[in-house]
T-cell receptor, first 115, second 114 residues
Framework: SQQGEEDPQALSIQEGENATMNCSYKTSINNLQWYRQNSGRGLVHLILIRSNEREKHSGRLRVTLDTSKKSSSLLITASRAADTASYFCATAAFVGGTSYGKLTFGQGTILTVHP | DSGVTQTPKHLITATGQRVTLRCSPRSGDLSVYWYQQSLDQGLQFLIQYYNGEERAKGNILERFSAQQFPDLHSELNLSSLELGDSALYFC?????????????FGDGTRLSIL
């Protein structure tokens, strides 16, 4: 079963607008990662935020992490048609003092950016 | 290009058959992960290898097995295939095996069971 819940499930915006996607998770984590998947292709790593970080930036991406609420958000600013894709959050668990390599994925948000 | 190579890209076979999916990790990465993506289950972790040894198991059926060879490439074997095994199978690799580094995904093998 998927640990993460993402909302919205689908988001449709115009080019130039900002897109915000949210993710919630259930277990303690070492880090949280965001990935993009273009239709039928592999996942592309976007950004990794560690459990002791609250915010991270990479180009037009901004990720926040609230470990007390077990939630994260991904903001894409000034979106482009090329940003159209599915976006997944994924967590690497940290349980009992052990970091686990496997990722647990959310259900994903389908983002459509209209030119 | 992630540097992770998966073959074949597409596989069409019948129920009851056996197939082998192959993955070459990114150069320098020691850990290989297998994931299954389907419409109803989403992305599910199957199994992880690190430097030739099994490190973790997820929702992997007994009909499925995997291994990582000395040259670090990995194979996922699926046997007694059922219609429900139709899915996209991804291989990913990372430098460490403890989730501290990003994983790099191949383009997947699309398996269709007829």
């Amino acid at each position: 079963s998927q640990q993460g819940e993402e909302d919205p499930q689908a988001l449709s915006i115009q080019e130039g607008e900002n897109a915000t996607m949210n993710c919630s998770y259930k277990t303690s984590i070492n880090n949280l990662q965001w990935y993009r998947q273009n239709s039928g292709r592999g996942l592309v790593h976007l950004i990794l935020i560690r459990s002791n970080e609250r915010e991270k930036h990479s180009g037009r991406l901004r990720v926040t992490l609230d470990t007390s609420k077990k939630s994260s958000s991904l903001l894409i600013t000034a979106s482009r048609a090329a940003d159209t894709a599915s976006y997944f959050c994924a967590t690497a668990a940290f349980v009992g003092g052990t970091s686990y390599g496997k990722l647990t994925f959310g259900q994903g948000t389908i983002l459509t950016v209209h030119p | 290009d992630s540097g992770v190579t998966q073959t074949p890209k597409h596989l069409i076979t019948a129920t009851g058959q056996r197939v082998t999916l192959r993955c070459s990790p990114r150069s320098g990465d020691l850990s290989v992960y297998w994931y299954q993506q389907s419409l109803d289950q989403g992305l599910q972790f199957l199994i992880q290898y690190y430097n030739g040894e099994e490190r973790a198991k997820g929702n992997i059926l007994e009909r499925f097995s995997a291994q990582q060879f000395p040259d670090l490439h990995s194979e996922l074997n699926l046997s007694s295939l059922e219609l429900g095994d139709s899915a996209l199978y991804f291989c990913a690799s990372s430098l460490d095996g403890q989730g501290r580094q990003p994983q790099h995904f191949g383009d997947g093998t699309r398996l269709s069971i007829l």
